[in-house]
């Protein structure tokens, strides 16, 4: 078989988009996208919020800051192109407390030297003309900041890489990854049907002169599979949300978001506008029992034995001990999540709150137990691994994508 000029692994909003800008810069090339699962956008990127970033929170000069930024823009721009709708109804990032204007004044600041549009430092009347059931002594408004269903943009650029040429095969998992000389040697593994009505799998190889891999929770297991991982590993956080009961919904106009407190991994309670009228609240994040653990006690004792024996997870645990347990207490006893979701909004109460769909987020963690923050772009023979976009990924997708083709031209010539 002719080798592929390029194989992508993984068909979320990254791959996706890292598929279409080389098309758009290489019309013609032999590209081939490969996706584990029988249907794109299957778990990150269809599983998040819906929100589009505007890069408030990002540490400067980042690539998450500069991505997200520029990301932004090039997102309503592809949605006003394929016709895909969304909202700029505005954030509020809500200080309850004396204690919480600092960090709220370092983050306009922060936003500010990000180039973030539009900003504005708001006191209580204000903020009750944008959110009227809202508590709070003082807030930053960010009006720019929007809801869209990313899993309308996923179709979207689907739609486009097939109409330039690209084939795309799904229930295709990448068991194998083999960099040669000249070129990439991909082992696969499919389902088939059998005679029996069961399926059965099916082993293949493919070459490729280079492969991406953008492979969400299992980013780390594919850059292993070439000694590429640099030691991080993909430690998985699941998170459930609530949803508002529809009499309830006119409480909540747009995104309330807390100040995030920079001594904690995760962000906290926080209330959302979705695009088809619904608002979510959460999630929170406990450790899932398994890599697409969306249910509580969805377990792969594997994949649980892989985070329990990496010794970054118990330095992780050590620092965030105290945070874990009320996040797991939050999880399991509904009135405590009620009464941090009220101080935000005090009109709420538990009968408000119905249950609503699960998330997990894959977590790159390093060896000493810090959590990776930015994106990670890693270099190998004739493969380079997305080894972590957490959120604002889905936000900044197309322009993740143009730096990844920018690090893959450079290092294929291709």
Not at 95 to 109: F, S, V
């Amino acid at each position: 078989m002719q080798p592929y000029d390029l194989i992508i692994v993984g068909a979320g909003l990254v791959g996706l988009a890292t598929a279409r800008e080389y098309l758009r810069r290489r019309p013609g090339l032999r590209l081939l996208l490969l996706e584990k699962e029988p249907r794109i956008a299957a778990h990150q990127s269809g599983h998040n919020s819906g929100v589009l970033h505007t890069g408030i929170y990002y540490t400067p000069g980042s690539l998450k800051a500069r991505a997200c930024v520029a990301g932004h823009r090039a997102m309503l721009a592809f949605c006003r192109e394929h016709g895909i709708p969304f909202q700029l109804c505005g954030k509020v990032i809500v200080a309850l407390t004396e204690e919480e204007l600092p960090r709220l004044q370092a983050l306009y600041e922060r936003g500010q030297r990000n180039g973030v549009q539009g900003l504005e430092l708001i006191g209580p009347e204000r903020l009750h003309e944008i959110e009227p059931a809202a508590a709070g002594l003082k807030a930053i408004y960010s009006p720019n900041t929007g809801i869209v269903d990313f899993t309308r943009v996923a179709a979207a650029l689907a739609a486009e890489i097939s109409a330039h040429g690209a084939e795309l095969r799904l229930s295709c998992q990448v068991v194998g990854l083999l960099p040669r000389a000249d070129e990439v040697v991909v082992q696969i593994r499919t389902q088939a049907p059998a005679a029996s009505g069961q399926r059965r799998s099916q082993e293949e190889e493919l070459r490729a002169r280079a492969v991406i891999t953008c492979a969400g929770l299992y980013s780390d297991r594919l850059a292993h599979l070439t000694g590429d991982d640099g030691g991080l590993r993909i430690v998985p956080f699941r998170g459930d949300y609530y949803v508002l009961r529809p009499e309830k919904r006119q409480l909540v106009r747009g995104l309330i978001y807390p100040v995030p407190d920079p001594r904690f991994p995760f962000l906290g309670v926080h209330l959302t506008l979705r695009p088809n009228g619904e608002v979510w609240v959460g999630p929170n994040a406990v450790l899932a029992l398994a890599r697409e653990g969306y249910g509580r006690w969805q377990l792969h004792p594997r994949e649980l034995w892989e985070t329990l024996s990496y010794g970054g997870f118990w330095r992780l645990a050590r620092r965030y001990w105290r945070m874990g347990l009320a996040e797991l207490y939050r999880d399991y006893v509904k009135r405590a999540y009620v009464r941090e979701v009220q101080r935000y909004v005090p009109a709420l109460d538990e009968r408000d709150l119905l249950p609503g769909p699960s998330g997990v987020r894959a977590q790159a963690l390093a060896p000493d137990g810090s959590l990776v923050d930015d994106f990670v772009i890693r270099r190998g023979q004739r493969v380079l691994h997305v080894q972590n976009a957490p959120s604002p990924a889905a936000t900044s997708s197309l322009v993740i994508a143009q730096m990844i083709v920018d690090e893959a031209q450079a290092q294929f010539a291709l």
